[in-house]
């Protein structure tokens, strides 16, 4: 049996807008396994950050069940959840945009152990901290840094320390890498692969880009306007994209080495409102195999083939060897 530390069920998430119900997040399923990654990947808008917050209840779900380590935390009382949270951590693109910029290097990681009471010893905790930044590859004199006088790629690493202050076993990574250059975004990623090697930590990796979950993930969500629409192990996606909307986003990634490279293909058109959307395939308005079915009903997401779903209505068609 696997062992999953995370199952989601059809969880939703909506937002009263004064245009109407935006659905975010329209029933998303998965699960992740204990010490994997799973990479969710999307454009922007599509729902991807919500569905991390969500999980993490930082934003209360419409609906949905959301297991951790077998027990669903959508019923956990506000002390319980309080609790749980040294378990389930978040580093987010922009870890400073909602901290005191008058907050030291130390301060900022010290602080949630603090406000969790670990450790009241100052000695003890200023000994932590430095241990937390070595950690995460920062020169213990940055102690009494400022962030604003690093550059990103340290500043991240601070974001990565705070985050493992609570020891958590599961972390949200949302975006990790995306404001980064390239050269540091490599350094970020192998050090959280190392850091989830030797911590057994688990993984939801958020991204827009498709070559970074790559990388990084052992399976792949693909969401689409606030649902799942293909998920797979990683080389199974790549190997054999289905639904015509993942098609898309691996023929755009500009990598030449890149496997079954196929043709370049151009999406056409912008990501449909999500404000009180249709039951219909979500993709079918920018999708040039669309049929009468496909803009009448929303394809449900199938297995496919072992591990490998798909929510299109004509998969056997996308299938391998079909284009
Ligand atoms: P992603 O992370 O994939 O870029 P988000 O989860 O941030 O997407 O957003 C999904 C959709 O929900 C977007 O249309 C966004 O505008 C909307 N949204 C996100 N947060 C709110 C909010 N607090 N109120 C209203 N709409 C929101």
């Known amino acids: 049996m696997t062992d999953n530390i995370l199952e989601v069920k059809e969880l939703k998430k909506y937002f009263s807008t004064p245009k109407g119900t935006l659905h975010a997040v329209d029933g998303v399923s998965f699960s992740v396994g204990r010490g994997k990654t799973l990479g969710l990947v999307g454009e922007s808008g599509c729902g991807?950050?919500?569905?991390?917050?969500?999980?993490?209840?930082?934003?209360?779900?419409?609906?949905?069940?959301?297991?951790?380590?077998?027990?669903?935390?959508?019923?956990?009382?506000?002390?319980?959840?309080?609790?749980?949270?040294?378990?389930?951590?978040?580093?987010?693109?922009?870890?400073?945009?909602?901290?005191?910029?008058?907050?030291?290097?130390?301060?900022?990681?010290?602080?949630?152990?603090?406000?969790?009471?670990?450790?009241?010893?100052?000695?003890?905790l200023e000994n932590r901290v430095c241990e937390l930044m070595e950690i995460v590859g920062l020169a213990p004199r940055l102690i009494n840094s400022y962030p604003h006088e690093l550059d990103g790629g340290r500043r991240q690493r601070i974001g990565i320390a705070r985050a493992l202050a609570l020891e958590p076993q599961?972390?949200?990574?949302?975006?990790?890498?995306?404001?980064?250059?390239?050269s540091i975004q490599a350094q970020i990623l192998n050090l959280l692969k190392t850091l989830q090697r030797d911590m057994k930590l688990t993984y939801l990796f958020i991204t827009h880009n498709l070559s970074v979950v790559n990388y990084f993930s052992d399976d792949i969500a693909v969401m689409y306007l606030g649902t799942i629409i293909e998920?797979?192990?990683?080389?199974?996606?790549?190997?054999?994209?289905?639904?015509?909307?993942?098609?898309?986003?691996?023929?755009?990634?500009?990598?030449?080495e890149l496997r079954n490279r196929r043709e370049r293909v151009v999406l056409r058109g912008e990501i449909t409102s999500p404000i009180d959307l249709p039951d219909n395939c979500r993709f079918s308005p920018r999708c040039?195999?669309?049929?009468?079915?496909?803009?009448?009903?929303?394809?449900?997401?199938?297995?496919?083939?072992?591990?490998?779903?798909?929510?299109?209505?004509?998969?056997?068609i996308h299938s391998h060897g079909s284009d």
Do not use: W
């Not at 998920?231 to 030449?256: G, M, Q, R, W």
């Open 170 to 182: 599961f972390i949200v990574c949302d975006e990790p890498v995306s404001a980064l250059d390239v």
């Open 288 to 316: 040039n195999y669309a049929r009468d079915l496909c803009r009448e009903c929303q394809p449900k997401l199938i297995e496919y083939e072992p591990g490998h779903f798909v929510a299109c209505h004509d998969a056997d």
């Open 231 to 256: 998920k797979a192990p990683a080389e199974v996606l790549f190997d054999n994209p289905i639904h015509p909307y993942t098609k898309a986003l691996i023929s755009a990634i500009p990598v030449p």
């Open 48 to 124: 991807k950050s919500t569905t991390g917050r969500a999980i993490l209840r930082l934003l209360e779900p419409t609906s949905g069940e959301i297991f951790f380590n077998g027990e669903n935390i959508l019923k956990y009382e506000k002390k319980q959840m309080r609790k749980l949270r040294k378990e389930m951590q978040i580093i987010f693109q922009d870890p400073f945009s909602s901290l005191d910029p008058r907050m030291s290097v130390g301060k900022i990681i010290a602080e949630p152990i603090i406000i969790n009471k670990l450790i009241q010893d100052k000695d003890v």
